[in-house]
């Protein structure tokens, strides 16, 4: 761990400054929650930036070191995370910035300035996207040595921009709640700031298109680790089959995502699927284990017999 830290310093410099200070707000929010009573739509005023900043903590850091396996130095890459960081400071500023003023930071439009200050944040998502776009296709270009990580990056990457689209829906017009003043909902099928599980906040009577957006933008850290999990544990399988199962294992990712968004959209608690959604997950799995199988089962001769 303390090599880990040492070697985190000397990554993208803009981006561990900021990763730093997402660390220190999220012990201020922390704190936040449990000494100011205010709630906001049925939640501690606190909590929301509490989970971006340890979001952004997760991202930022991720982002980083992924940055310092590619084999040499990318302006294009140093450049978009400038970017990043910009972006990710004016939405952090506008959501720490309506708690200080008890008010809501997404879909607010009861003011001119709410409305502006939703607007900043869509662009900076936005501008986001696009950098976070530049960075994957960096990663695909210079080509990290190790394949399996090369695959496990790539699809984080990838995927995490997909979680990234899965929240557009919670700002569509389907998504106008009717309330005067509000322009989007995460809930569907029932208003925002009603029962949920407990820190995500995700709604347990209606849809929540904040599931499938958190799984997605996940996947950053989700398959890296998978790739580091069979490297250690499964070191009679050669580079080539850890890339493949890798490969398996982000197309099943991509589906679970967009699955989960399907079942938000029809209104459905996540911890209260229908038939239709508890056969598409049965179908997924099967999918997956045969696809996993396959892939075993092709490896390559050599490494087989030395098993």
Same mark, same amino acid.
């Given at each position: ?9 000397? =990554? ?66 140093? =450049? ?74 790539? =699809? ?45 906040? =995700? ?105």
């Amino acid at each position: 761990m303390t090599t880990l830290l040492r070697r985190a310093t000397h =990554w993208n410099r803009p981006m561990m400054v900021f990763v730093s200070a997402m660390a220190v707000l999220a012990v201020v929010a922390a704190v936040g929650i449990l000494v100011d009573p205010r709630v906001l739509t049925g939640a501690p005023i606190w909590l929301k930036p509490f989970k971006f900043a340890v979001s952004f903590v997760l991202y930022g850091a991720t982002l980083a070191w992924m940055l310092s396996l590619l084999p040499r130095r990318s302006r294009a890459a140093e =450049w978009a995370f400038t970017v990043i960081v910009a972006m990710a400071v004016i939405e952090m500023l506008v959501i720490v910035g309506q708690v200080v003023r008890g008010q809501t930071s997404h879909f607010n439009d009861t003011t001119p300035l709410n409305t502006a200050l939703f607007a900043a944040m869509g662009a900076a998502i936005m501008m986001l996207f696009l950098a976070h776009l530049v960075v994957g296709i960096v990663v695909l270009i210079r080509r990290i040595p190790d394949r399996a990580a090369l695959t496990a990056v790539g =699809w984080g990457l990838g995927l995490s921009l997909l979680g990234m689209l899965a929240a557009v829906p919670m700002a569509l017009p389907m998504q106008d709640p009717g309330i005067e003043g509000i322009g989007g909902a995460h809930s569907v099928g029932v208003l925002d700031g009603g029962p949920g599980l407990p820190i995500v906040g =995700w709604s347990t009577t209606g849809g929540d298109l904040r599931i499938g957006h958190f799984v997605g933008l996940h996947a950053l850290q989700a398959l890296p680790i998978l790739a580091i999990l069979l490297s250690r544990f499964a070191t009679r399988l050669d580079e080539r089959t850890r890339a493949r199962l890798l490969v398996v294992a982000g197309g099943a990712y991509g589906v679970l995502t967009v699955l989960l968004t399907w079942q938000a959209l029809r209104g459905q608690p996540l911890l209260r699927p229908d038939a239709a959604t508890l056969v598409a997950v049965a179908a997924l799995v099967l999918a997956t284990a045969t696809a996993a199988g396959l892939v075993l089962a092709r490896r390559r001769p050599d490494v087989a017999l030395a098993a």
